[in-house]
């Protein structure tokens, strides 16, 4: 029997939800706990993670006609997780970003932004096809869809990482399962075949940083 999988969309809403619910029950010293993301708190996971709507005014305004450069998810975490790439290079400007949110946004506003404004504004994208392209800074152009299934795997690894600090239900079934898929596609696929298969004692892990 085929499972049923829910669109990349109804995932990444249900995850951000997931966020909203965990961030109403936790008070201030949790808020303030560290995380194991060295020197970061929750509030900073909860900055950093946090959609925002214009993320998707822009990705409106970036449509372009022709094929993407960059058709995959997986291909977009290549690029970003090869060596020397900005997984790397810009991690602590990553982690900057996230704090300098963090300390002008009180949890409340978080929260709503996952509640809220994110959900809305994802769904105000719902006439975006998934095979619509758009431009990139970085990558050239990128397919609409890639870019959802990396926002909803950065939203389930790092509810992990959530949850690994206050603790809490499991992310939900299909969005561990759909970031299981996405990882592993991210691997030469011999050697994360080979390593899985206990063939070979190659490094293939990690391949996002």
Do not use: C
Request: aromatic share 4%; net charge negative.
């Amino acid at each position: 029997m085929t499972r049923h999988i829910p669109p990349t969309t109804e995932l990444l809403t249900e995850a951000w939800h997931s966020w909203a619910e965990r961030g109403k029950g936790l008070d201030a010293e949790a808020w303030a706990r560290g995380t194991r993301l060295p020197d970061w708190t929750v509030l900073d996971l909860y900055a950093h993670v946090a959609p925002t709507a214009e993320a998707f005014t822009q990705l409106h305004a970036a449509l372009v006609d022709g094929p993407a450069k960059v058709e995959t998810a997986a291909g977009i975490l290549r690029f970003f997780n090869q060596p020397g790439g900005l997984a790397h290079t810009a991690a602590g400007h990553v982690a900057a970003a996230a704090k300098q949110v963090a300390a002008g946004t009180d949890p409340a506003g978080l929260i709503a932004r996952f509640e809220v404004e994110g959900p809305a504004a994802l769904a105000g994208s719902a006439d975006l096809s998934p095979d619509a392209v758009a431009a990139h800074p970085l990558l050239g152009s990128v397919r609409v869809g890639a870019l959802a299934e990396v926002a909803l795997m950065e939203a389930t690894v790092h509810l992990l990482d959530l949850i690994a600090a206050v603790g809490g239900p499991p992310p939900a079934d299909a969005a561990l399962h759909a970031t299981r898929a996405l990882l592993a596609e991210v691997a030469d696929p011999v050697a994360f075949i080979e390593a899985a298969a206990g063939r070979s004692d190659a490094a293939v892990l990690p391949v996002i940083r």
